[in-house]
């Protein structure tokens, strides 16, 4: 699975990237992988909380949803509109199609370095 | 008894013992003993088909079928084309189930896609899902999508049908929803009044074109208001009208049900009717129920499915925002026949004559001593005044075969009339109505 | 195949309707602007129209339909003919009672009748389906508990294995649901529901025998713990076809039910609905029912219940399907009844029997109506799926089972035979799956591009759902 070295990683497969003062979210390779083709994304508004450990969105294949938890405490300060009419960006380029930007972070959730998140995937088989 | 068991007593004993069992009852070990059922329950003992005829023959036969329907109130009574029953009872769209196996389904949901789309086209909106139970679920459903975190109220016109009225408040009642009925004044909505109701926090605002009494309100207006507000702004509309009077969509509204009922369907004591919903694509992924789309198959032919199922209750289980699974697909079928049937020329020419005919019995029954009680345009039901008990003049029509308006009060009378009235026939009830006030008065 | 707006030409229609005699009616501002396309044809384009359409559909008519949890028993003919006499079907909701009392009759008796099988006092037909039957049933334990002052009980408990429906409607009456799971056997788990109840439980939802086909025979233990726990019991009436004559939720402890007449009560699906879900209760919550119920002894008429929790649907439900399942009743009666859930258990078993050789079965044990075959060691030894099985079935004339439910079981198909099949459909059903079987193990790519003999092949339901068509476009 592939794995970026610059980002750090959760065990509900969400990966994290500090950019400037705020981060991005998104989620993992594999996430994407066992949830099949993406039909559609549920993204939070501009200006909601997010809290570390609680859904902040959900994406939707043909025959299932799935939450998606946030590694971050903070305000959601930008959301890639673009995944609204293309899910299957997430599938194609799961590191670039980040789902929120979330800036005034005050609590980030411990977590996994790439290593650990690859050992974390072989330990799950 | 009858049955439609296949298997003969012997066939039965056979599989018993293929499946290593001597009795029936051995299949039902895992039932507690204290509860078993020991066959002394008060359920008659079965009887033949030809009984069965008989006995339920004899009860519609203690129900008057009334020969000259005036009565509307939320079920119309409109020609059904002969081509309607003709398809709508083929075994194979009867006896289905939901088309979940897409492949073997195609004829229902292209009949469905096809339905979407004549109702996008009637009410002028973006899309339509495949169905709800009748218009009253559908205005409440409609209700339910305009939810959102910071506005949780709804508002509903008192010009609206009561059981509609009663629906919402019901399904109101089930969220946690704050409910508001906004006042009637003179036989339309207050506006000062929704004005006044239209604060931040109202999520959607319900009303009817034509109203419980006929009347066409300024729904520009309101739509105005709402949207000033905030809100999402839902129309509940009556099919057969909407071929000549504006369209939700053209009002601006985010949402259009109606009682799809009018559209081929029959009186049937209330049910099964249809509840027909639309809305705009901003509020497609919030309508309920199933949707049918088009795509393709592996060789590029042609091909639906239902689609966006992300949405239901299947697949989002307690996060779904509506429970809508078995619809009214038979009825929605009906519908489009009857649309197909009549064409763009048939509908608009349904929906003329039931004006016309409705404003002649008006000034018809104004002339035999009833008044008009609210004197703004109506489409095929008004209210009228009565100068004697309502109740004389219905009974006295009744006894001659006639279904006359609904009694709204001691002295007031809700009156339909649609295509399938004559002429002659509303002559003729006049008449009757003339005599009585004359008598009496 | 063309779609019914590609077809006919301008100028073309049915005549339908008289000359208009007397004078328009102008509307003004109220006046539509908009173009409004509808099909111009004639009746015979129309009629062949659906005839193409009626082909490329599949009901009960045309074979087998083992739908787990959908109970695809045939539809008797007469039932149709009944709810298409006039004094039925042409009968305005609205006409004076006295004017009615045929239809009035009609509800009073299926009352008693549905009551008297399912071991309930009061029953309403506003509920237009099976998950309209469940939201009502859980307005009224809403009602109930409110009535009482308790105002925290706002948890209602559903296992696992429930329909997705349960959950749903529990949220749209305001509870929040609280999932407990199933033991290794396929029913309740006491601890877990033991830990689960308390004093913010307002009731528990349950299906019994279960989506797994199981009968739960804790069942006595079960509606205890929650009724000592001061919450109600609602029972799911899904699989009321397993247990008819032989055991009554009624007696099993239960307060609240909602039965699918379309599915037990031989009514036809027609293609997705109309059904008809009547909820029935015990007599403590009769006061709460929705709507009016049928009152009188001689003279009937309609009364609202003293503390109604208001209206579910416009007018009395779906009547005329109410009508179809009262004939129904009285045609089968006590013993008839009882006769069919004995043989949907037995042409369930029969068939769970012959396929548990090749297929694994999930929770092993007394099936009741219906079984559940979990695929997953099949996948992954062959890659074949539950999916590409089903689809396989179509090639051979049967109608898949239900797919991929209950969600506690991988690669599930979930069978339900129904009483109304012979035994010669049922073993013919067992050759074609053991056939499937056997190519899977030789030729899986061939059930990957199943079904090759429908109307069309699988579609395409990612592009369906990532940009979406809903509807035709004229321009």
Known sequence: MNCPNDLRYTNSHEWVRQDGDSVLVGITDFAQDALGDLVFVNLPEVGDEVEVGEVFADVESVKAVSDIYSPVTGVVKEINEELIENPEKINVDPYGAWLIRVEKVTETEDCMTPDQYREFLENQE | MGSYVVSTKEEQQAMLKEVGLESMDQLFSEIPEKVKLNKQWKLPEGISEMEVMNIMEELAGENKVFSHIFRGAGAYAHYIPAIVKS????????????????????????????????????????????????????????????????????????????????????????????????????????????????TSDVAGFYVQQPNYYGILEDYETMGRLVHEAKGNYIMGCNPISLAVLKTPGEYGADIAVGEGQPLGMELGFGGPYLGFMAATKEMMRKLPGRIVGETQDKEGERAFVLTLQGREQHIRREKASSNVCSNQALCALTASVYMAAMGKSGMQEAARQCASKAHYLQKSLEEAGLTLKYSQS???????????????????????????????????????????????????????????????? | ???????????????????????????????????????????????????????????????????????MKYNPKINESIAGLAGFSKIHPMQSQHTTQ??????????????????????????????????????????????????????????????????????????????????????????????????DTAGLMLTNPNTVGIFDKNILEITDIVHEAGGLNYYDGANLNAIMGQVRPGDMGFDVIHLNLHKTFATPHGGGGPGSGPVGCKAFLAEFLPGCQVAGEEELYFEKPKHSVGKVKAFYGNFLVVVKALAYILNLGCDGIAEASQNAVLNANY???????????????????????????????????????????????????????????????????????????????????????????????????APVSTPVGRPDEVKAARHPILRYSFE
């Open chain 2, 87 to 198: 398809v709508t009872s083929k075994e194979e769209f009867v006896t289905a189930y939901t088309p979940y196996q897409a492949e073997v389904s195609q004829g229902i949901l292209q009949s469905i896609f096809e339905y979407q789309t004549m109702i996008c086209e009637l009410t002028g909106m973006d899309v339509s899902n495949a169905s709800v139970y009748d218009g009253a679920t559908a205005a409440a459903e409609a209700a339910a999508m305009c939810l959102q975190r910071k506005k949780n109220k709804i508002l509903v016109s008192r010009t609206c049908h009561p059981d509609v009225i009663e629906v919402m408040k019901t399904y109101c009642y089930g969220n946690g929803t704050e409910f508001q009925v906004v006042p009637e004044k003179d036989g339309h909505t207050d506006l000062e009044a929704l004005k006044q109701l239209l």
């Open chain 2, 378 to 441: 109506f489409f095929h039901e008004f209210l009228t005044e009565t100068p004697v008990a309502a109740a004389q003049i219905l009974d006295a029509l009744e006894e001659k075969g006639y279904l006359g308006g609904l009694p709204l009060g001691d002295r007031e009378i809700l009156w339909c009339a649609t295509e399938k009235n004559t002429k002659q026939e509303i002559d003729d009830l006049v008449e009757i109505v003339k005599e009585v006030c004359q008598t009496w008065n």
């Open chain 3, 1 to 71: 195949m063309e779609l019914i707006f590609e077809k006919g030409a301008k100028g073309r229609g049915l005549s339908i309707l008289p000359k208009n005699e007397l004078a328009p009616v102008d509307f003004g501002c109220h006046s539509r602007e908009k173009e409004l396309n509808l099909p111009q044809m004639s009746e015979n384009e129309l009629s062949r129209h659906y005839t193409q359409l009626a082909k490329r559909s599949r009901g009960v008519n045309d074979g087998f339909y083992p739908l787990g949890s959908c109970t």
């Open chain 3, 102 to 199: 045929g239809c009035l009759k009609v509800l009073k008796k299926a009352e008693e009748a549905l009551c008297e099988i399912t071991g309930m006092d009061g029953m309403t037909f506003q509920p237009a389906a099976g998950a309209h039957g469940e939201f009502t049933g859980l307005l009224l334990i809403k009602a109930y508990h409110l009535s009482r002052g308790n105002v925290g009980r706002k948890k209602i408990i559903v296992p696992d294995s429930a329909h997705g429906t349960n959950p749903a409607s529990a949220v749209m009456a305001g509870f929040e649901v609280v999932n407990i799971p199933s033991t290794k056997e396929g029913i309740v788990d006491l601890d877990a529901l033991r830990d689960a109840v308390g004093e």
């Open chain 3, 351 to 449: 068939m769970a029997k012959k396929l548990m050789n090749l297929y694994d079965i999930a929770f092993e044990g007394n099936w009741m109506h219906e079984f559940v075959m979990s695929l997953e060691e099949l996948k992954k030894k062959t890659g074949v799926s539950a999916m590409d099985i089903a689809k396989g079935l179509l090639d051979y004339g049967i109608h898949p089972p239900t797919m991929y439910f209950p969600l506690i079981v991988h690669e599930a198909l979930m069978v339900e035979p129904t009483e109304t099949e012979s035994r010669e459909t049922l073993d013919r059903a067992i050759e074609v799956f053991e056939k499937l079987y056997d190519q899977a193990q030789k030729e899986p790519e061939k059930l990957h591009n």
